[in-house]
């Protein structure tokens, strides 16, 4: 019985455990950037995420006083 030698490079690619804990590993990644991030720059994080709302809601208002304008003046 002869058995194949494959680098562990491509073995690793064909374990699901090999894939699921590197899916794992950069969720986790994620997650902890979130909160070192929070944690650390607590202030600046609440005011970019208030100031996210606003820019969207001011797009918003944009788009429609446009489209009421070319409604008004029939183009």
């Given at each position: 019985?002869?058995?194949p030698?494959?680098?562990?490079?491509?073995?690793?690619?064909?374990?699901?455990?090999?894939?699921?804990?590197i899916t794992v590993t950069v969720v986790l990644g994620v997650i902890g950037l979130f909160?070192?991030?929070k944690r650390?720059?607590?202030e600046k994080l609440e005011k970019l995420l208030?100031?996210?709302p606003d820019r969207?809601?001011?797009g918003i208002n944009r788009q429609l006083y446009t489209m009421?304008?070319?409604?008004?003046?029939?183009?």
């Open positions: 019985m002869h058995i030698f494959k680098p562990l490079s491509e073995r690793m690619l064909h374990e699901p455990f090999w894939l699921g804990l909160w070192c991030a650390h720059f607590p208030d100031e996210e969207n809601r001011t009421n304008a070319v409604t008004l003046l029939g183009i």
